[in-house]
């Protein structure tokens, strides 16, 4: 299967490795078009986990008996996938449920310790909910001001607005997604970061759709923290990763304290565990970082820049497909400039109503406001439908989709 960016996807045998295309819905074939919201799991995912839990299943790090140690074996080993797959030393890479929970942990742990009256932290408006709600609740406990970096008329930052968004107060944080859940807008990280630096600033990137798409170094990218879920990256759900830089990790206190995270408890004070133990309270999610460690393995031998590519050709079909359905608005920047995802509304129907009937002709998408309404509202509608593409999606279900869209308006319109 490993392949490289000028070769193309052989993706039939690679959907052959995901057991939900055998089925059929309403009797016709899954064209399964959701996978920002969520990815399909290859066997591969499906027996590394599995496999963990007959042979070799106990709790990390606790024991010293031979089954404890091969499960911490595996559980340390999966950390260090992840940070081969981000460039990264294994000490900054903190394991925990999801993206959501990495951003909370920053907006708490550091935004708790270095943000007061007077500061300023800068989001956009095209943030997923995870990393807005977090930093505009870490600003309100501490006094400082939330501002929101505007978009242009196709959905890209205007960085030509950075200094007066931010205006006369002291940046602290610059948070931003590498690529938008929605507009599918790939955001310029490495310049926000520049910007950010400069002012004595931290990066703080949401690689969630990010990750499982292309290929990501952190060491280049130049954002201080990234965070990543696992479920979107064909991997289970309950895990994702933080990586964030040593030397600011070493200087946070902990977001959860409890059993491992330790270093000595006693009643007058309590000391934390190296990193990046000191981040992972309780029993730790062996089985989905094992999960996870196998997704990255099939990731890696398939090519991230194949993979891109791919999603690539994917978004500038299905722009040219639904361009032809009656009374569509198609958002979002040019195909070149976005990823596999692609934002519509029909005419006045509501998203609800058109993804319903597009299930009926076994097309699965997303309709809602995509936990992005700071963005509905620049767009001026409370929901659209988003259409999102990976490595498993062939031609044939953007025109199953296309031809579901036709059949919705011939229904609804």
């Not at 960016?5 to 059929?24: G, H, S, Y």
């Not at 990495?102 to 990393?131: C, F, I, K, R």
């Amino acid at each position: 299967m490993a392949t490289t960016a000028r070769t193309k996807l052989d993706v039939a045998r690679i959907r052959a490795d995901f057991p939900i295309f055998e089925q059929r819905f309403h009797g016709k074939p899954l064209a399964y078009l959701d996978s920002a919201n969520s990815s399909q799991k290859p066997r591969a995912v499906l027996e590394a986990i599995t496999g963990f839990y007959e042979t070799s299943y106990a709790n990390v790090h606790r024991s010293v008996y031979e089954l404890a140690e091969r499960a911490t074996e595996a559980f340390e080993g999966a950390r260090d996938t992840v940070a081969a797959f981000v460039n990264a030393p294994s000490r900054e890479i903190v394991f925990v449920r999801n993206a959501t929970e990495a951003l909370n942990l920053l907006a708490y742990s550091w935004g708790g310790a270095n943000l007061g009256p007077g500061d300023v932290v800068l989001v956009t408006e095209l943030e997923h909910h995870s990393n807005f709600v977090p930093w505009q609740q870490a600003a309100r406990r501490a006094g400082a001001e939330l501002r929101m970096l505007p978009l242009d008329d196709v959905g890209e930052l205007r960085l030509d607005l950075l200094d007066e968004t931010v205006g006369t107060g002291t940046l602290k944080v610059v948070a931003t997604n590498l690529v938008s859940n929605s507009l599918g807008t790939i955001n310029p990280v490495t310049r926000l970061a520049e910007y950010a630096h400069e002012r004595g600033a931290v990066m703080v990137c949401d690689a969630a759709q990010a990750a499982p798409h292309r290929a990501l170094d952190v060491q280049t990218l130049g954002a201080d923290f990234v965070a990543a879920s696992g479920h979107k990256m064909l991997g289970p759900s309950g895990i994702g990763f933080l990586w964030g830089r040593a030397e600011l990790l070493e200087r946070m206190d902990p977001f959860l304290t409890g059993g491992h995270m330790i270093r000595k408890v006693a009643l007058g004070g309590t000391s934390w565990g190296e990193l990046p133990h000191k981040f992972e309270a309780g029993t730790s999610p062996t089985a989905e970082a094992i999960g996870l460690a196998a997704a990255i393995d099939y990731l890696n031998d398939v090519g991230m820049d194949a993979i891109e590519a791919h999603e690539h050709e994917l978004v500038e079909y299905a722009l040219e497909r639904l361009a032809d359905v009656p009374g569509i608005v198609l958002y979002g920047p040019p195909a070149e400039r976005r990823g596999g995802i692609v934002l519509f509304n029909v005419g006045d129907l509501h998203p609800h109503d058109v993804a319903q009937i597009l299930d009926y002709e076994g097309v699965a998408i997303r309709g809602g406001h995509h936990c992005c309404q700071p963005l509905m509202q620049k767009l001026g509608v409370a929901a659209t439908n988003r259409a999102s593409f990976y490595l498993y999606t062939v031609r044939e279900e953007i025109d199953q989709l296309a031809a579901g869209l036709h059949r919705v308006v011939e229904t609804l319109g």
